[in-house]
Nanobody, 115 residues
Framework: QVQLVESGGGLVQAGGSLRLSCAAS????????MGWYRQAPGKQRELVAS???????NYADSVKGRFTISRENAKNTLYLQINNLKPEDTAIYYC?????????WGQGTQVTVSS
């Protein structure tokens, strides 16, 4: 079993920055990829950024140049640095971990951006 706990969300003004964290525990050895997703009110959950076990990263076009995904293996923690926040970034941000054949999800952290 895998547990994921996100933190770091909050209310910020447009143009501000946040760093989200996702602490992973349990059977995470040999995972295939980890990622950040977000879900805005009335919208489907969408991929924001992902990183493979080998360190390859992928970003949604809407966040390229503003978001950076990284992980600290020694702490089993995944990060999402968010810069130049926009009101349209307002959403619940979820961390996930994929280890074939299962995908695990955290409970989410709310990010609200005021204009």
């Amino acid at each position: 079993q895998v547990q994921l706990v996100e933190s770091g969300g909050g209310l910020v003004q447009a143009g501000g920055s946040l760093r989200l964290s996702c602490a992973a525990s349990g059977r995470i050895f040999g995972f295939n990829a980890m990622g950040w997703y977000r879900q805005a009110p009335g919208k489907q959950r969408e991929l924001v950024a992902s990183i493979t076990n080998g360190g390859f990263t992928n970003y949604a076009d809407s966040v390229k140049g503003r978001f950076t995904i990284s992980r600290e293996n020694a702490k089993n923690t995944l990060y999402l640095q968010i810069n130049n926040l926009k009101p349209e970034d307002t959403a619940i941000y979820y961390c996930n971990l994929h280890r074939v054949p299962t995908t695990y999800w955290g409970q989410g952290t709310q990010v609200t951006v005021s204009s």
